[in-house]
């Protein structure tokens, strides 16, 4: 079972948090969940569209342990859906995740999802199920310099495809002068998948930043990142960037950058982008406000539907509001706009656009009561076919004992 391919870093979290646990304060809490959700498009199809409402009932499970040096904990429900019209979807639902941090050390999660709802409309129609874990290490080699890395493995189970993508990474920040810090980062990923050709990818990054004066920072960010394909061309992507972060007011945040990428295509025709970015952010006392344009070149291989290297343009906007420490409201929305830069078989050619929005209310009645209420909008575009929507009306209850 995909379980076990986890064991490595269960046994290293046992191992690293048994001799702390007698220092710790551990909360177990049992409990039940349940949920309600209306769609009016259940199958994404963009004509013949029919609604379907989906019932979710089930246990529930929250562990927890706060010390000064250790966190860890456990939480998530499993369920079993209930659909009014489709009832062959009926099946077990499951969330769930873990967490186990050394202060200053160490940091590691797990996560388990299975579910039917797609991320985006191009997704095919059936259920998934992600395995997530991974492990972190940090480490303050002097004053100027610490260091990190980490090992993440991913594995989607998806209708069309399955993927498993194992991936390293390595992150060096150094202080060269009280106002200069310089960050080097360098990642490999190897994706596995059951259909189409195998990946890896070498990533690099060096970034320098530089404060000015106490409200503006600037700096350069260099970036190189090579695809090496099973029976495809082979490419690299170079990327320099110029970026100005700029403090408006102590509460917000300006940041931009622009610069040029390069896509150089083994046996076939170069490409070129102007990437640019600017976003704004607000960080008051009960709001949380920000808004962002970009365009770049996105590398993209961890969805059953996203191989190889796209243009890509993107808008964003999210406010969170928070009523009291026990009602808060969130609202947010992006239009993200992709184009391939390379015709492939096995994936679909053309420009495609996703339009998302949500909104949640989250009401902490109290410690152990909490009710959830969401919206959700989805809406994709594609070139040459019709586009599709889906509109999701969701309301959740969790009880813990």
């Known amino acids: 079972m995909m379980y076990t391919k986890y064991t490595p870093i269960i046994i290293f979290i046992f191992i690293v948090t048994m001799p702390r646990c007698a220092l710790a304060k551990l909360e177990i809490h049992l409990g039940a969940y349940g949920s309600m959700e209306y769609s009016d498009n259940y199958n994404g199809t963009p004509h013949d569209e029919r609604s ?20 860890y904990g456990v939480s998530g429900h499993i369920t079993r859906s209930d659909h009014r019209h489709n009832d062959q979807d009926n099946t077990t639902e499951a969330m769930i995740s873990g967490n186990a941090s050394i ?33 972190t290490l940090h480490r303050d080699l002097s004053a100027e310099t610490s260091i990190s890395t980490g090992y993440t ?43 189409r050709n195998d990946v890896s990818i070498f990533s690099s990054e060096i970034d320098l930043r530089t404060d000015l004066t106490p409200k503006s920072t600037i700096g350069p960010t260099f970036e190189y990142a090579h695809h090496a394909r099973d029976k495809l061309n082979d490419e690299d992507v170079y990327t320099m960037l110029f970026y100005w972060i700029y403090a408006l007011r ?27 970015n600017i976003s704004l952010s607000q960080e008051l006392p009960r709001d949380t406000i920000s808004v962002g344009l970009s365009r770049s070149f996105t590398i993209e291989y961890n969805e059953s539907d996203r191989y190889g290297t796209y243009r890509t343009k993107s808008a964003t906007i999210s406010w969170e509001h928070r009523f009291s420490r026990d009602l808060s409201t969130r ?9 391939p830069t390379e015709v492939i078989p096995t ?46 009306y969701r309301l959740s209850l969790e009880v813990l004992y």
């Open 250 to 276: 102590p509460t917000t945040t300006l940041t931009t950058s622009i610069g040029r990428s390069w896509l150089d295509m083994q046996n076939e025709s170069n490409h070129s982008e102007t990437d640019a």
């Open 103 to 135: 202060t200053g050390l160490v940091d590691a999660r797990i996560e388990y999802t299975k579910t039917r709802e797609r991320e985006y409309l191009d997704q095919a129609p059936g259920f998934y199920r992600r395995y997530t874990g991974n492990i």
């Open 153 to 195: 493995r991913y594995h989607e189970n998806a209708p069309d495809e399955d993927i498993t993508d194992n991936a390293l990474s390595l992150s060096v920040n150094h202080a060269f002068t009280h106002s200069t810090t310089g960050t080097f980062m360098a990642g490999y990923d190897d994706y596995s998948f059951e259909i």
């Open 52 to 71: 379907d409402v989906t019932y979710e009932a089930g246990p529930s499970l929250e562990i927890k342990s706060v010390s000064r040096t250790l966190n």
């Open 331 to 339: 609202v947010s929305g992006e239009v993200l706009k992709r184009k």
């Open 347 to 392: 994936v679909f050619e053309g420009r495609e656009k996703d339009i998302t929005a949500n909104g949640s209310i989250v009401w902490h009645i109290n410690r152990y009561v909490t009710v959830n209420t969401t919206y959700e909008h989805l809406e994709h575009h594609y070139q040459f076919l019709d586009a599709e929507r889906e509109n999701r």
